[in-house]
Each structure stands twice: as structure tokens, then as C-alpha cells.
T-cell receptor
Framework: EPEVTQTPSHQVTQMGQEVILRCVPISNHLYFYWYRQILGQKVEFLVSFYNNEISEKSEIFDDQFSVERPDGSNFTLKIRSTKLEDSAMYFC???????????FGSGTRLTVV | RKEVEQDPGPFNVPEGATVAFNCTYSNSASQSFFWYRQDCRKEPKLLMSVYSSGNEDGRFTAQLNRASQYISLLIRDSKLSDSATYLCVVFSSGGYNKLIFGAGTRLAVHP
């Protein structure tokens, strides 16, 4: 069964540092997403990406965040200057069409110290 | 009102029990609905889509009431392996841009 692959599985970074979270969506999917889940809280939408551009972003996705699909296979989330409150599980997801829902990657646990 | 609201849980049930989860959503224009399952510290996994006519997948039955903006999930003959958090999920209206997640209901099935 096709998978969404995320790396690394766990990243520890110092406050103020830049991090890049990587994702390889399923190859024939067209819609790409990042979500985050702070420990003990619900899954929150960050950004959606379609046709090589952001289609929607949440209030969480401020100027410190950016996404890229540099080579047609990878989909990255960059946080420029991490804050303690950015500590969370970050999930990448991709979708072919709405009726099928999303497929999520296994997540990257980001710990900002 | 929250966009997607679920039973707070947790539900603690014995093996073999039938358990029902409820969910309400606020946006009447929402078009697509799902139940996801999330194990501790893992990614959400699609359990089933929810169709207007109701649908069944083995021991799982999902129902949608558009008039009441209400979604349900019924699990029959609970197994230990059903222990997880069940997430009610709604596509935001106006397109396929994002899923809105409920906070989830935790289910613990005990022997």
C-alpha cells in the first residue's frame, strides 16, 4: 500500500534555530497538507498546497513557516526561528481526491528546547 | 460553537460490547465526512468515509444526519485492538482544502 513518508521521525532543536521537516507524498496525489498536533490536543490544520502553490493556510502558519515542493516528489515544511510552543507532532498528508480522504505520514516529533 | 464536537470520553467497555460515538459539526455546507482512528503518538488513519445513506464496514457502522448536522459511529463486538482515539473529521466547505478534526473520543476495551 502506498505510503506518505516523513523524515526525520524525531527532531530536537534549540529555540531560534531553523528546522526543515521533510515529506514524500504518494506519487499520484495532487493535494498536500501539513498538520500539527500538540501533545494531548487535537490535530490542527497548518497549510494546504495544490498546483505548486499554497491554497489555504491557518492562523498558525505565520511568516515563520514556509512550504516547498522543490522537485516534484518532496514536500517540505520550514520553520525559520523555532519557538518552544512549536514543539508538536507534525503530520504531512496527501490526497488524490476528496472521496478518499487523506493519507497521513507517520509524523515528525519536533522538540524545541 | 466548535466546528466539530465529539463526545468527551473516555469510553471504557468490555470486549464484545457495542459502543457508539457521536459528533456534531457546525457548518451546514460541509460535504464530506470521515471517521479516523488514532493510536497513541501515531498518525490518524482513515477508518471509514461517512455517506448520507449510512454505511457499514464489518463491525463498524457510520451514519450521517445532515438535517441535524450529526455523525455517528457504531462499533459492534468490540475487540481489545479497537482501543484507540476515534476522530470525527469534516471537510471544510467550499472545496477540498482542509479537514477539520474533532478533539477525539478515547475508547478503551478491556478483557
Amino acid at each position: 500500500e502506498p505510503e506518505v513518508t516523513q523524515t526525520p521521525s524525531h527532531q530536537v532543536t534549540q529555540m531560534g534555530q531553523e528546522v526543515i521537516l521533510r515529506c514524500v507524498p504518494i506519487s499520484n496525489h495532487l493535494y498536500f497538507y501539513w498538520y500539527r498536533q500538540i501533545l494531548g490536543q487535537k490535530v490542527e490544520f497548518l497549510v494546504s498546497f495544490y498546483n505548486n502553490e499554497i491554497s489555504e493556510k491557518s492562523e498558525i502558519f505565520d511568516d515563520q513557516f514556509s512550504v516547498e515542493r522543490p522537485d516534484g516528489s518532496n514536500f517540505t515544511l520550514k520553520i525559520r526561528s523555532t519557538k518552544l510552543e512549536d514543539s508538536a507532532m507534525y503530520f504531512c498528508a496527501s490526497m488524490k481526491e476528496a472521496a478518499n480522504g487523506y493519507t497521513f505520514g507517520s509524523g515528525t516529533r519536533l522538540t524545541v528546547v | 460553537r466548535k466546528e466539530v464536537e465529539q463526545d468527551p470520553g473516555p469510553f471504557n467497555v468490555p470486549e464484545g460490547a457495542t459502543v457508539a460515538f457521536n459528533c456534531t459539526y457546525s457548518n451546514s455546507a460541509s460535504q464530506s465526512f470521515f471517521w479516523y482512528r488514532q493510536d497513541c503518538r501515531k498518525e490518524p488513519k482513515l477508518l471509514m468515509s461517512v455517506y448520507s445513506s449510512g454505511n457499514e464496514d464489518g463491525r463498524f457502522t457510520a451514519q450521517l444526519n445532515r438535517a441535524s448536522q450529526y455523525i455517528s459511529l457504531l462499533i459492534r463486538d468490540s475487540k481489545l485492538s479497537d482501543s484507540a482515539t476515534y476522530l470525527c473529521v469534516v471537510f471544510s466547505s467550499g472545496g477540498y482544502n482542509k479537514l477539520i478534526f474533532g478533539a477525539g473520543t478515547r475508547l478503551a476495551v478491556h478483557p
